[in-house]
């Protein structure tokens, strides 16, 4: 933007004024536009360096004895990460804001953001208690991610729970049947109605809630989409998970992408603990530019070689491929 004019002999107070405010209204202004709007200025300069995160789960995977989260944020800066996204699950019993608050300290003075909560619940469920009781839940995750001074929460649909186990789960390749007597449109309904409830805490705290591709009804990039678009709020969108589509994965993250406000990233060093994809990072990295994706991408490792080893080898692939 160039400075108004300076003032030429003769020229009044008022004529200035009428030029300046011609010259402003010449300046196009960024409209607070749906997160899926990523439009780019004219001229802009360099593309920026991607921003990449680690998820805590990368440092744990549910084994025995947990890792604790203030030794994944030391982990995360030792090994040359930007930011952490925080498992939940991992937090444990104590979550007093005392303890909070000298997470969000650590991981200030280690030159770390904190990018994300990642947490679980589920709506699938015909028990209307049962959905009452995880859309409070998620609002008290809402509460500790503001706290936290994190923007953005993983959400889930949830699923009909008719497998036997979650390893029975990724047998069947994340399908699974319904409850008897039920269809997907009464689950879906559910679900939407769910997230409609948690909209107006998500507004007030300012984090916005990220349904991710994962099992259940958001198996598929249209399971996700079908709730994302009914629920049509800001402050729902999507998380993009790179390793939880099982067929046909170009095509779903594609249609994902426009609505992504966090990607986690999925490796597999020696091999994945379910199953192992073969993702082509600079492919995606392509594609989400194409859409204008500018936020963070998170590593979540869930390969069995040692997280000393694989997480930093993750990331210096993450770095090579988005740039």
């Known amino acids: 933007m160039q400075p108004p004019a300076a003032p030429r002999p003769g020229l009044s107070r ?17 409209s607070a536009a749906d997160p899926a709007a990523r439009p780019v200025a004219a001229g802009a300069g360099a593309p920026r360096r991607t921003k990449i995160g680690v998820s805590t789960y990368s440092y744990w995977q549910f084994r025995e004895p947990r890792v604790e989260v203030e030794a994944s944020i030391d982990d995360a800066a030792r090994m040359g990460f930007d930011g952490v996204e925080i498992l939940e699950m991992q937090l444990g019993d104590d979550r007093s804001n005392g303890r909070l608050q000298r997470i969000k300290r650590q991981a200030f003075a280690a030159g770390l953001d904190l990018i994300g909560l990642s947490t679980h619940q589920g709506f699938v469920s015909p028990d209307a208690q049962i959905r009452h009781d995880n859309v409070a839940k998620t609002i008290r995750s809402l509460e500790l991610a ?30 699974e049947p319904r409850l008897p007597g039920h269809t997907d449109d009464e689950g879906f309904a559910w679900v939407i109605d769910s997230f409609r ?16 591709n994962h099992w259940g009804l958001g198996r598929t990039a249209e399971g996700v989409l079908r709730v994302v678009d009914a629920v049509d709020s800001p402050w729902l969108q999507v998380t993009l998970d790179t390793g939880n589509f099982l067929e046909d994965m170009g095509r779903q993250m594609e249609l994902l992408a426009p609505r992504a406000v966090l990607v986690q990233a999925k490796t597999y ?12 990072y600079p492919a995606v990295a392509a594609m989400l530019r194409r859409h204008g994706y500018r936020g963070w991408v998170s590593l979540e490792f869930e390969g069995l070689d040692p997280a000393e080893t694989a997480v930093p080898a993750s990331l210096e692939m993450l770095r090579a491929a988005f740039g």
């Open 197 to 212: 409830e948690c909209i107006p805490r998500a507004e007030a705290l300012g984090v916005v809630m990220g349904l991710e």
């Open 269 to 280: 060093h020696g091999g994945g603990k379910w199953y192992s994809l073969d993702i082509d």
């Open 146 to 175: 503001h706290a936290l001074g994190i923007p953005t929460i993983r959400v889930n649909t949830g699923r009909w729970g008719t497998s036997k186990s979650f390893d029975d789960l990724m047998a069947n390749k994340g399908i």
């Open 14 to 30: 008022r004529d200035l004024l009428h030029t300046t405010i011609a010259t402003l209204a010449a300046v196009p202004v960024a």
